[in-house]
């Protein structure tokens, strides 16, 4: 047993020295948020940036035999309105800054194995014969021959100017920008105007809009400085090239927002809505505090407030109505936070109206039951690895907060069997210590259960080590169930029975088979899973062929993938069976208590739904996701996110 546990240990210490993508750790927290270095389960979250170089080949296979096209101005769509670079950033984060770098320096982790070296974007050489357009047209269409994806096949339009003014940015700063205001206002405003209009009080009549999105778009800066000259060359002749670059600087600005800019203004739009009281002579809502909180890309821009008026209403006007701005309403209640759906105004829809419902509170749990339950059964040599997802919910009134429970200082509200024998236990959506608790042989939830269906979720994952080639899982529930999904892992020479459940149908998830069991009648209180045919450690993995003393590597077009350790298979799978997750859970609005204790939680939370939505954005990449199955999923997730990341600014503030 000492050799075995040894040998688990091995399976998780991770070295970097074996993947050059991991050895940049500071772009490895921006993905992660964390550099988990020993557990399995959160090294799948890390394995994520290898799986998006192998997507980045598979579709560079895809279009490699295809040229890249020529900068050609009439396939640029000119942006709607001045892109938001602070929209742009997390997009840059995921798709760009591997090769580019964070910083926009082209040291990206990716960065040593092109070809070419990449663009760099800190460098205002680097752009200063490229318009916007030039940069969009790249980034749509791609240069194949340098290994640039044309990113058009996981980004809209929209998206890749918002990306485009965000690495536009990372060449210059707010106080050159500051500095060069001040030298365009005493020396071109009088006739460009204030904010480059054209509309100065000496302008004459046919002076060039820099405004105009679409002329602004396709001129470069050296072709803004050519201008300048040549129709008045003795302004600004006294002034050294630093001078005149960043006043052409503080021109382009009037054409993005840059990230430091406040991207937040007020405009026409109206939010109006009611807070209602859900418990059956609950409290009364009048009075309360509304909050109204505006989010650019998960990121806080504005936060308004109001109380709910003597007819339970409340309304908030003069909103900003860009698209990218999305906003969250929420109503605080007996400690507990309460919200509305996710916002956003549409160009034709400058009014939205929404509802916040709101409860008494309960330490009863009579009224809880499990929606939905999901098991994920995956053998590996020598060990099992379990994933179970549970949504819990209310069928009362009331939300219910919880009891005491002797040893767990916060009341808890739900528990959850761990086998006996289980190892390695995590939690995707909370921290064992924080949200979630563990006594014994159970996992207790801290988090209050609004009613209604679906409104708590729990996924957790654990190891069973297989000291034969059979074995028995058995887990009971302690909440009726109403339906249950039990996926096991296809493979030679395994057998599974599960008494009262029967085969569905095979689920084919990235070129793994999985058996969909379903149960005959009622979901069982205990259920029991019977494996035959398992391997031990060192033996050969079934799906590679690789043991514990094999030897695999990988290359793909003429990206060199770092050749994999003998227990890399192994571990792999973690990222395949996330997969699955993103398959069979959807997101589930959690309501959430307010205090400080929370926030550990809420960011672990928030760095587990950005990794889901990476996988999710590179399944889409390489056609395993049909547009709508993607836009669907990506909404649900974005959504889940932006609440996770409202109740952080709730708990900050």
Sequence with gaps: MLRRQRWLRRIYNYPEKFCPILQCQDVVRNFSGKLYRRNLFYLSGLLLLVCGLVTTTAVFRVYAQEPSPEFDLSQVTPPGSPPLALAGQAIYSESCAPCHGVEGNGDGPTAAQLPDPPTVFADPDAVWERSPAQLFHTTKFGRIEKLMPPWQNRLDDTQIWQAVAYAWSLHTNQAEL????ALYAQSCAICHGPQGAGDGPEAPVDLVDFT????????SQVDWLNGWQSAHGELGADWSPDQQRIVLETIRSFTYTPPWTAAYRAGTGVITGT??????DGGAVVGLTVTLQAYVDFTPVKVLTTTVDSGNAFAFTELDTKAEIAYFVTVMFANIQYSSPNLAFAPDQPQLQTEVTVYETTDDPADLYLDQVHWIIDPRPGAIAVFEVYTFGNRGDRTVVGKAVAGIETPVTVALPVPPNAQELAMENGI?????????NLVYDTTPIVPGPGTDQVIMRYLILNEGESLDLVQSLRYPAEQMNLL???LPQLQAEIPGFSINRTETIQGQNYQLWQPDGAVPAEITVRLSGLALAGDADPRTGQGNAGQAGATAASVAVPALEPWMPWVSGGVVLLGLLG???WSVQQQRLGGKDRLSDLRAQRDALIQRIAQLDDRHA????????WQRERAQLKAQLLSVTSQMASLSS
């Design 432 to 440: 064992l210590g924080g949200r979630f608790q563990q006594l014994d």
């Design 488 to 490: 096991v892992t296809e």
């Design 178 to 181: 500051d500095a060069g205001a």
């Design 583 to 585: 398959v069979i859970v």
């Design 275 to 280: 807070v209602t009281q859900g418990t059956p």
């Design 622 to 629: 390489i056609h395993e996701l049909e547009d709508a199955s």
């Design 212 to 219: 105009d999105l679409t002329y602004a778009m396709a001129r």
